[in-house]
């Protein structure tokens, strides 16, 4: 059997609710796995929880609950989140799996046992919310210099990975490798970095009880990141099933947010090193998002959860918006104007009225039943080119995670639909009884583009694509047909009835 494409997320620290910028990832992962599944590849897509840690600790204290029950009782809103997005995960890991600690345990034995792991003491800053340790030269006015909160002061016997023994492998491997770290620009944050001087990487610690204690050494408790990273390998059983692994291992693609590249543009690759594991075939950054032009925050009180905006426009127009609005990889800013800008003019206009008027048609002129077509002219020519166009521009567009052009590549195909529609002037063939053939070609042809629209949807919109199938009359599912096979032209089957159904997307006020 093929290896299976793997994609991932982050897995998510447990201690804030999910918000537009966490789901964002999310979102986007799952996007890029449908699209995989919807050619017909076997996809494995993980995401999952970072329960460990000081900062989840001290959150359970504070509410006076156990580590594990606060981390039981926060999980339910990931879940919950990802159930409302739509989102296709094949598993969802906990760093408080058995298995995952298991194998933890597992893989840190073995760096211990090839002499990777050493004993000492570290002295320097460590962020806490972050769970971030930071040299005196790397701080910020004293503060940390990733989110510019207090650190503490850290002074323990710790055990420690040499990371420093890998900096010129990793630096052969991401030059190289031009794809490993992308995009571009996160590739040259990394090389200089590395470039730098790579320090060894405290691995445990010793003051904190919540988290994986060692094998070699059960008085301390493995350190956070160290932990979390290994979620990747955990999920498919590393060293627990060997066949299992092997169908699955490398990941495709880490999607991660740019502020914990080095974590796995560096520190992860150099764990998989040390245990001769093959590297993921890339790490690909995303931007950070902002509300309104300001960075999302508690204290701001301006952080959004992806449950007002579902139920203020849609689950699908919410996967849409993030989608096409943010060139992923890039800084995007979010704001409410925007998003209704774009769910009236895309999805209640472009596709919505398109796919509402062309079923409308076949209902009117021709009872529901689509006819079969006749003799393709030019105009007709020009539709099915465009169709090929974007089943083949989309495609490019995902081998790299440009989810935006990808939709646009797809609007454009609705525009050629709509001009269509427009120039093909169904209304008036229909007052002409000598016009019936053409009538028939037109409709078909109309129909049969609203067939490849909802496939074309489908990764980024599942419930829209479905919808239009059962619009379209299909009994069997959408996900029964795959890229590119199902895009050839002509395929939707003459006699078949259609209902135009409800709006897709009602419009909205604009004075929100
Ligand atoms: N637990 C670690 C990841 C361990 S992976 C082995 C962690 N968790 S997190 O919950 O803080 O963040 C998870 C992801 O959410 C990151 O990729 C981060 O970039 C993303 N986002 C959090 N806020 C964001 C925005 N405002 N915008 C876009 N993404 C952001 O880090």
Same mark, same amino acid.
């Given at each position: 059997m093929?290896?299976?494409?793997y994609?991932?997320t982050p897995?998510?620290y ?9 789901a ?14 919807l ?28 580590p594990?029950?606060?981390a039981d ?10 159930r ?7 598993f969802?890991i906990?760093?408080?799996? =058995?298995?995952h ?13 090839k ?6 003491? +570290? &002295?320097?800053?460590?962020?806490? =919310?972050d ?19 207090e650190?503490?002061?850290?002074q ?11 900096a010129?492998?990793?630096l052969e ?20 970095f ?18 994986i ?12 990141? #160290?932990?979390a990273?290994?979620?990747y390998?955990?999920?498919? $059983?590393y060293?627990l099933?060997?066949?299992? #692994? ?16 080095? #974590?796995?543009a560096?520190v992860?690759?150099a ?5 001769d594991? =093959?590297l993921?075939?890339q790490?690909?950054?995303?931007g950070?998002?902002?509300? &309104?032009?300001?960075k ?15 139920d203020?426009?849609?689950v $699908? ?7 096409r609005?943010?060139?992923f990889?890039y800084?995007?800013n ?10 009236n ?8 009225n ?10 009117? +002129?021709?009872?529901?039943?689509? =006819? ?23 495609d ?7 989810f935006?052009e990808?939709?646009?590549a ?6 050629s639909?709509n001009?269509?529609v $427009? ?8 007052k ?8 028939d070609t037109?409709? +078909?042809?109309q ?10 949807v489908?990764? #980024? ?5 479905e ?8 009994r ?5 047909h795959?890229l590119p ?12 009835k ?15």
């Amino acid at each position: 059997m093929d290896k299976l494409y793997y994609v991932t997320t982050p897995i998510y620290y447990v201690n804030d609710l999910p918000h537009i910028g966490t789901a964002y990832t999310t979102v986007a992962a799952d996007a890029l796995a449908r699209y995989h599944r919807l050619k017909g590849e076997g996809v494995y897509f993980l995401t999952g929880t970072d329960e460990h840690g000081q900062h989840v600790a001290r959150a359970a204290e504070r509410n006076g609950v156990s580590p594990k029950e606060w981390a039981d009782r926060m999980v339910t809103h990931f879940t919950e989140v990802w159930r409302r997005l739509n989102i296709s995960n094949d598993f969802f890991i906990r760093t408080t799996d =058995p298995r995952h600690m298991e194998v933890a345990r597992n893989f840190i034995q073995l760096l211990y046992d090839k002499g990777d792991i050493y004993l000492d003491t +570290y &002295e320097g800053w460590y962020c806490v =919310p972050d769970e971030s340790f930071w040299l005196p030269s790397q701080l910020v006015e004293g503060k940390c210099p990733q989110c510019g909160r207090e650190v503490e002061m850290v002074q323990e016997e710790n055990y420690f990975f040499r990371l420093s023994a890998y900096a010129d492998r990793l630096l052969e491997h991401i030059s190289s490798h031009p794809e490993f770290v992308q995009p571009d620009i996160r590739r040259n944050e990394v090389i200089s970095f590395i470039r730098q001087g790579l320090a060894d990487q405290s691995i445990s610690r010793k003051t904190i009880s919540w988290g994986i204690p060692l094998p070699f050494d059960e008085s301390q408790v493995m350190y956070v990141w #160290f932990d979390a990273l290994l979620n990747y390998v955990s999920a498919i $059983d590393y060293s627990l099933d060997e066949a299992r #692994f092997r169908g699955i291992w490398p990941a495709d693609v880490h999607f991660i947010g740019k502020e914990i590249l080095r #974590f796995h543009a560096i520190v992860w690759p150099a764990m998989l090193m040390a245990a001769d594991l =093959p590297l993921p075939r890339q790490v690909f950054a995303h931007g950070w998002l902002t509300v &309104e032009g300001e960075k999302m925050s508690k204290s701001k009180g301006n952080v959004i959860s992806p449950h007002d905006l579902v139920d203020e426009y849609g689950v $699908d127009a919410y996967r849409y918006y993030f989608l096409r609005e943010f060139s992923f990889g890039y800084d995007g800013n979010f704001s409410r104007e925007n998003m209704t800008g774009r769910y009236n003019a895309d999805l209640a206009n472009s596709l919505g009225n398109m796919v509402s008027r062309v079923l409308a048609m076949v209902e009117r +002129y021709r009872g529901g039943e689509v =006819p079969g077509p006749g003799v393709e002219e030019a105009v007709d020519t020009a539709l099915r080119e465009s169709a090929d166009l974007a089943v083949a521009e989309v495609d490019r567009c995902m081998e790299r995670f440009a989810f935006n052009e990808a939709l646009q590549a797809i609007w454009n195909f609705l525009a050629s639909i709509n001009r269509y529609v $427009d120039e093909t002037a169904a209304w008036d063939l229909a007052k002409d009884p000598d016009r019936s053939d053409r009538l028939d070609t037109v409709l +078909y042809n109309q129909v049969e583009a609203v067939r490849l629209t909802a496939l074309l949807v489908l990764p #980024f919109m599942p419930a829209t694509g479905e919808g239009i199938w059962e619009r379209l009359g299909y009994r069997r599912s959408i996900h029964e047909h795959h890229l590119p096979a199902a895009a050839a032209w002509e395929l939707f089957p003459p006699g078949q009835k259609v209902s135009k159904g409800a709006p897709l997307f009602p419009r909205k006020d604009a004075a929100r």
